[in-house]
T-cell receptor
Framework: GDSVTQMEGPVTLSEEAFLTINCTYT??????LFWYVQYPGEGLQLLLK?????DKGSNKGFEATYRKETTSFHLEKGSVQVSDSAVYFC????????????FGTGTKLQVIP | DAGVIQSPRHEVTEMGQEVTLRCKPI?????LFWYRQTMMRGLELLIY????????DSGMPEDRFSAKMPNASFSTLKIQPSEPRDSAVYFC????????????FGNGTRLTVT
């Protein structure tokens, strides 16, 4: 079955540091890939997505590139802010109309001033 | 759009009591999902509906859990009787019936069973 593996957290960075959160996946078809972010006390919200190989999703300074050859979708940001402190979830969705999403375990990011 | 609305935000109950969690999805969305989040097990899919019909309930932990979607704008998740191990944050999410359509989550219900 489908699966998503994320790097273990928590990740602690100083403000303006470079961020990478690794994500790899296993899927039977050609999935769409997503990064969701969860701020304290809130539900998950979509951060970015990519729907086919070599697509780059981007939003709020975050980027991730769909790498089919390495089955990866690593999240990056060049300069993190304290407000980026949250839990980040990598996820995939297989095409076919049934919309079942497989989530990773989440990576907690803490950015210190 | 108001987004996915869940109620209550917090629920504290005693073991053995019935608990009902409520969800109003985004208007026009075809899919509705119920998730449970705990520190130990992360985010677990309990059940999801398409056009008000349950499609997959294999994630429902046991018969004490049941979910209904009587119409396109309302769903409930019921636990009867509740147990301390049911303590978690329960999320409802909805989405369109299109490939690549993202999930839209509510802010969750934090359930504490004492």
């Amino acid at each position: 079955g489908d699966s998503v593996t994320q790097m273990e957290g928590p990740v602690t960075l100083s403000e303006e540091a470079f961020l990478t959160i690794n994500c790899t996946y296993t899927a039977t078809g050609y999935p769409s890939l997503f990064w969701y972010v969860q701020y304290p006390g809130e539900g998950l919200q979509l951060l970015l997505k990519a729907t086919k190989a070599d697509d780059k999703g981007s939003n709020k300074g975050f980027e991730a590139t769909y790498r089919k050859e390495t089955t990866s979708f690593h999240l990056e940001k060049g300069s993190v802010q304290v407000s980026d402190s949250a839990v980040y979830f990598c996820a995939l969705s297989e095409p076919g109309g049934y919309q079942k999403v497989t989530f990773g375990t989440g990576t907690k990011l803490q950015v210190i001033p | 759009d108001a987004g996915v609305i869940q109620s209550p935000r917090h629920e504290v109950t005693e073991m053995g009591q019935e608990v009902t969690l409520r969800c109003k999805p985004i208007s026009g969305h075809d899919y509705l999902f119920w998730y449970r989040q705990t520190m130990m097990r992360g985010l677990e899919l309990l059940i999801y509906f398409n056009n008000n019909v349950p499609i997959d309930d294999s994630g429902m932990p046991e018969d004490r859990f049941s979910a209904k979607m009587p119409n396109a704008s309302f769903s409930t998740l019921k636990i009867q009787p509740s147990e301390p191990r049911d303590s978690a944050v329960y999320f409802c999410a909805s989405s369109f019936n299109r490939d690549n359509s993202p999930l839209h989550f509510g802010n969750g219900t934090r359930l504490t069973v004492t």
